[in-house]
């Protein structure tokens, strides 16, 4: 299986121009030593940008496609604004954010997902974040994290609302797709009230045309996701889709196209045990009403 573990992994632009470099050099004929003696560049610095680990310059661009004679203009403005849109990418809205994501390694995820056309989220256990209430994300923050301060707890909990006002809204909102098992109903963060409140929430935002909400009842018994979490997420193409799974210390994203398809499978497979859109507000809704008894 193809674990790769890094606290930012490689932006979408990043990802879809190292491919293009490296498809130009192969076209070109050249290895990379010889590219490398050609434009006196470090070899290993051309190394690191073909597999995305590191982001480039148009200079250096502009060097390497004069190098693979690359006179189509169309074409060479297309890889420079690669480029461009990269070095954009790295000054994200959670920037400001950035002492606190830094030490929970939370800032690599967030530049997936701000990437990303579409989410095939499963959670066995808690409410997805792009879903959760402000009381209810404090709640699973300074529980999961007590090694967190309070004011780190609170810019997490802005963070995470940051994100659903981005990804669920705005002009391009998110297709966002979300299996959960009955347990995480079942699971009380905080207090009835907060979790009634997260009910009505979950009900609310599962009519959104963008949203799929769906329940795996506990008299399913066992199933494919039990096994645990994960994220798929979709961007445009030629990038192709990764899985996210998060971890307490390094979370890991996996890339190959049988990995992908595995997780796919799985994921396909818990949407069609699981409850219609409609039975799942109904349970949610059933749910809520209990914790008022």
Known sequence: MALKRTLVPQS????????????????AGFTLAEVAERIEVNQGTLSRVETGERGTTPLLVRALLDCYTITDT???DDILDLVRADKEQRKPW?????????????????ALEADATAL????????????????????????????????????????????????????????????LDEAVLRRTVGSDSVMRDQFA???????????NVQLLPFSLGAHPGLY?????LTF???TGPLVWLENPKNSVYLESESDVGNYTDIFDQLRACALSPAETRTSITRTAEELEQ
């Open 201 to 211: 929430h979950l009900v609310r935002v599962g009519e959104l045309p963008n949203v």
């Open 12 to 27: 979408v632009y990043r990802r879809q121009l190292a491919a293009r470099l490296r498809e130009l050099r192969g076209a």
């Open 94 to 110: 959670w920037r400001k954010y950035s002492a606190v994501l830094t030490a929970t390694r939370y800032d690599g995820y967030l």
């Open 236 to 238: 445009l193409q030629p």
């Open 120 to 179: 095939s989220s499963y959670q066995p256990m808690l409410v997805p974040g792009l879903l959760q209430t402000e009381d209810y994300a404090r709640g699973v923050i300074a529980q999961m994290r007590p090694d967190l301060t309070p004011a780190q707890v609170e810019a997490l909990v802005k963070v995470r609302l940051e994100r659903q006002e981005s990804r669920l809204g705005g002009d391009h909102p998110i297709e966002l797709c979300a299996v």
């Open 228 to 232: 645990g979490p994960f994220v798929i």
């Open 74 to 76: 169309a074409l060479r």
